[in-house]
């Protein structure tokens, strides 16, 4: 795994769930094909109302979706606050934000499915933090997260915050997911 992500903020507030994550029309494609699945990318956030998306004034998705080939964001780390992927226990939900180029979500805590289902299929770092930063950080800025030092640089504002350890989850994040830690500690 890399010690360093480095990429552009996407900033939501409060209690973004499974539905604004993926909404549930794109439940029908199958991630295991490889096809459908970059789809989940391009579909990543499209359920987030606009006036909650931390958008720029005139953007109008995550995803370039004026563009029938976008299946990528420009933003590479989510900047959140609580209780961050509620809602039902998808696991599209991870894989969608991965698929469109996600590498961490930051919040203040996460429920719990929405956590573990990041760690065990290593589709996103999910980090927490006790601080607010969805009030300080913009959509846009450039940030970098330093996975040693449990440090997140924001270089557009000049400002750095800690972030809380991965603690015990942190193997199976660096393995890659959980069947590659299982394969790797010979358990499966």
């Avoid at 029938?68 to 609580?82: L, R």
């Avoid at 203040?108 to 969805?134: C, H, K, W």
Wanted: glycine share 10%; proline share 4%; hydrophobic share 40%.
């Amino acid at each position: 795994m890399e010690k360093k992500i480095s990429g552009k903020a996407f900033v939501l507030g409060d209690n973004v769930d499974t539905d604004q994550i993926i909404p549930a029309q794109y439940l029908s494609l199958n991630p295991s094909i490889d096809s459908e699945r970059k789809i989940f990318g391009r579909y990543a956030l499209s359920g987030v109302p606009q006036d909650q998306s931390g958008l720029p004034e005139g953007r109008k998705a995550f995803v370039d979706l004026s563009d029938a080939d976008a299946m990528k964001s420009e933003y590479t780390i989510i900047i959140a606050g609580k209780n961050f992927g509620c809602g039902s226990s998808r696991e599209h939900a991870p894989l969608a934000l991965a698929q469109a180029g996600v590498k961490a979500v930051i919040a203040q805590f996460y429920a719990r499915i929405f956590f573990r289902n990041s760690v065990n299929g290593g589709y996103v770092v999910p980090f927490e933090t006790d601080q607010m930063l969805f009030m300080e950080i913009q959509t846009g800025d450039l940030l970098e997260i330093d996975l040693e030092r449990h440090l997140l640089v924001d270089k557009t504002l000049g400002k750095t915050f800690l972030l809380k350890p991965l603690g015990d989850v942190s193997e199976i994040i660096e393995a890659g997911g959980l069947f590659e830690f299982a394969r790797k500690k010979h358990l499966a």
